[in-house]
Structures are given as structure tokens and as C-alpha cells.
């Protein structure tokens, strides 16, 4: 996500946003920029690619300034580029922005804007913040942003500065996060603590909607109606360290916490308004007889999950083929085949291949990826994004969870087109998933839970787990998050299976995961307990459906119900909790596992 650092105070605002911006870089980005504000007005430098070219760039023509906004940019609307980086200013000069956040409403405010005679220079949803601005400004400058966040749908944090109001710097967010810093030296906003850490110790936390107004000796709150508040500071104890993840002892912890925003984002630019939903709303399905989804690792498991979507609401038949595989095995594909690539980076080499043998072979290739720019990305016929942000753990939990909730959407949205649902039947599917966030947010009461559970764990050489259907494919993606961040050997077995070999691995103390969210599966799966149980075998149970006698080897985690086809949404993020808390119990290196990368760039 992106990073925003503000500052206003006795000192040169430049070095202390740079140094800023460096504590936001684990945020992950693509560009960065600064603007600084004195008696001449603002300066602006700001460009595509790393800090240290923005450094440079500063070196060789310096600028000043006692007040200054910093950015550090991650590409959601718009392609990394000079001018597509922030801080954004209105036409006029007159208010410079930086924004973190998705502007969902931001092509009708355009449009609007254009229509009075703005003209726009970048292709971000962030400039309409800035233009908006100065078509509002009526030299009051709070008076304007309360006009402009009320214009605003989607989420912001925002710095913004008026050239006509001096020494203030003003800032507000709406679901997402900002700080202010408070120190004798001046005063600070930023996305994250990491950021005014080096300064000061004394932060406000901002809620959505209220409006802090800094100047060199104070900050000022108010509410929309224009109001003071009062807010009381806290006192950050935290190093550095985990302040950048949030307090969280852990990047992929954080991640797997940050999940109810992120489907969110991605729900809402997939159904609301964005490139996400003009694709999806011009995509014609109908001219394809095959799907065939081609990805690695969790992303294939998200592949094996969409499988059932789209088999069980477009009635067409969908192949899920490891993307390592694909190009050796003479894939029968033509120009009447889709064929998805879904990819957190964009640039596994294996992924990549596959999708130039699908175009060497005329298929139409859809891509769902995380970064915007990556080769795959950049090379497929159409590109979904999901709304992740930077991953950084190496295990992916956020962008797993965004890709699932696409290839839902994705399904929901052909099979409608292919008239196999019908309106109504399409209104409530979608109105499912996007009650998912919600329920997603509930399962964090079970962290207790979990965790304790997990503890008893450790010991364990091999866990198993089982589902049938989808819950079988879900239980692919908790099995491979087990193994590669607690090192613990476990496979995912079809519960119907296990008769058919491994159950002659089932003995006294065994572990096995037993996931059920299908009602009409749910007496198969719990025959398939029963037997486990009857061999000695501990079970972990994590369904909405479960009525199970009672059994000291026996733990139940209840999910909030849902559709079945959304379930693995709600599912892995307990299959991911329950791993983190194994692996941490274990005392292992969770977000850099051993001999894993992030991004597998070579075959
Ligand atoms: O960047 P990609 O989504 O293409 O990466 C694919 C796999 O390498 C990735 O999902 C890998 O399996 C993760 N470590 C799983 O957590």
C-alpha cells in the first residue's frame, strides 16, 4: 500500500520526509515523490522507480522548504510512472495532495471536472482529490476538504496542502490508516508509526472522517461539521521493528489481519466502479468453449477452488493446470479456449511460459495479478487486479484471498452472461461475496483459540487434512501453508480417498484438519472423521455445518455461514492462522521461510 509522510516545523521538511519515506518503504512501491512548500510556493520532485533515484534527484537540484508532503507509491489506477506518482496538484498550483486509498467515484468527478474545462495530467484516481480541491477552495481551506471528502466514495488518507493557507498542514482519511506525530520541533502525519519514530514518540490516531490541521507549534481536529475535537495522544513503545509491522510480531501475521480490506477493495472494484468492473463488464464469455486456469503454488490452489465456482454456475468444464506443467504437456487449446493465469507477482517464470504457449496457440489469455506493471500483467490479453497491496511474507495469505474473491465474481458474472443464472440469481451471489468482508472479520475471535490450539501442535511430523469438493480444494492451500512455514509434512487428501491408501498412515495421535461448509457433504466428510477418530487420529473440525458427537479428540471451529462456493474465503483464513500460530510456536523465521522466494523468477 501506498505511504504518505507530512511534516510542518522549524526545521527543512526535505530530509525528514525522505528519511520518512525510507521507514515506509516495507509498504512496498513502485514511485515516490515529495513537494515542499515556502515563501516562493511549492516544489515538486517526484518520479517512478526506487528512493534512492528520488535522493539523487534532490542531490543534484535541491529544494527547501518548512512544510512539505512525501509519498511512496504502489499503482492501483494507472501504470508506474513520473506522472502518475505523487504528490498530485490541482491546475492551478494551488493545492498539492498525497493519497493513499482507492477513489472509487473518481471517473464521474473526472468527467464533471473535464466538463468545466480541468484538464488532467495523470491517469490516477488520486488527481481528481487535488482538482476537486481547487474547483472547491473558497479560502477555507477546511470548509474545502470537508466539501471534497463528502464528494469522495471509497477510502483515503490524505496530506494536502494550500498555497493560500501557509504553515497548515491538513490531513483526513476514511479507511485507511493515518497518524499525527506530535514534537517540539514541529509536527508530522504519516501512514504508519515507523515513519515519525526517529522524531517522536507522541502520535494521535486519526478515525475515519475527522480532520487534523497541523501547523510548526500544534495540531487542531475537527469533525465534518466543521467542530474542534478533542483528541488525547498515545504513547508509542515499540521499536522500529515491529512498529513496521504494525505490532504485529509478523509481516504474513499482518497480512492474514489486513484480509476483511483487502476483499473489500477488491469486491469493490470488481462490482462498483474501475477498470476491475469495465473488464468484467465487456468480457464476452460467451464466445469460449473451455477454461483452463494455469498458475503455481497457492495461486493453482486458488485455480482448484474457482474450479468448482465455475463449474457449478457456468456449467462449463474447467481444466486446472500447473503452469510448470503446461508447456510440456502439448496443452489442447485454441482460439475458443480461455485460458487464466493467476499470479500474485506477475512474474513467476513458470506462469509466464504458460501464458505464451496459451497465445502461441491463439487461446485468450486473462490474467488475475497483484502487481500492475509485471510481465504477466503487461503480456495477457486482459488483466483483473486484486487489491492486495505489497505482499511481503513470503507464504501469500492477502493475495490469495483477492484472487479468490475475483475468480468468484468472474464466475458469477459468466455464468450470467451465458444466461445460466438469472438476474435475481446473480444480485444474490454477489451480494454473498460482498458480505464476506464482514464475516471474514469475524473469524478473528477464534485467534485465541488458535493459537492455543496450535501450541499442542509442534511436536506433530505430518498433519493431514481433508475436505470433499471445495472444501477439498481449500484444504490444498491450508496444507501447503502448513508445510512451508512450520516445515511439518501434511497433504491434502479428498476425504473419500483416504480409504484408498492413506488411512493406513492414520495412527494413535495423528493430526488430521477436517473441513466441511457443505451441508450436503457434511455427513460424508464426518463418516470420514468418524474413521480417523476410531484410529486414534486428533481432529480439528472447521465447517458451518457441523453437528458432531462430542469427543475429547475432537475440536470444533465454527465459521459464519455462507454460500458454499464462497466458504474457502471464510475457511482458509483459519487454515492460515492455525499455520502462522504452529510456525510460531515453533519459533521459526515465519516470513522468510527456508529455501522459499517470493516471487520464483526462474524455472
Ligand atoms: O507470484 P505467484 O502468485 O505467481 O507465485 C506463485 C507461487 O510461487 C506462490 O503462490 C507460492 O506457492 C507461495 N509461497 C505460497 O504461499
Redesign the pocket.
Known sequence: MCGIIGYVGYEDAVPIILDGLKKLEYRGYDSAGIAVMDDQGFSVVKQKGRLTALEELVRKSPIAGYMGIGHTRWATHGEPSDINSHPHLGSKNKIAIVHNGIIENFKQIKERLEQKGTVFVSQTDSEVIAQLAEHYYNGDIIDTVIRVTNALEGSYALGIMCIDEPGKLIAVKKDNPLIVGISDKGNFIASDVPAVLAHTNKVYYMNDKEIAVLTKDGVSFFNTDNEPIEKTPETITWSIDSAEKGGYEHFMLKEIMEQPRVLKDTINSALRSGENKNLLDSLDITRFNRIVIT?????YNAGMVAKYVFERLCRISVDVELASEFRYKDPIIDENTLVIL???????AD?IAAMREAKSRGAYTLSIVNVIGSTIAKESDATLYTLAGPEIA???TK?FSAQLVLLYILAVRFAHKLKRITDDQQEELLSEIAALPDKSYELFEHVDFIQKYASNCVGYKSIFFIGRNIDYAISMEGS??LK?ISYIHSEAYAGGELKHGTISLIEEGTLVVAISCSEKLYGKIYSNVEQVISRGARVLFIGNCIQAIPDDRLSIIEIPKVNELFSPSLSVIVLQLFSYYVAANKGLDIDKPRN?AK??TVE
Open positions: 498458475a503455481c503454488g497457492s495461486a493467476v499470479s500474485q507477482s506477475g512474474e513467476t506462469t513470503v507464504a501469500t493475495a501447503l501453508k512451508e522459499l516471487s520464483v
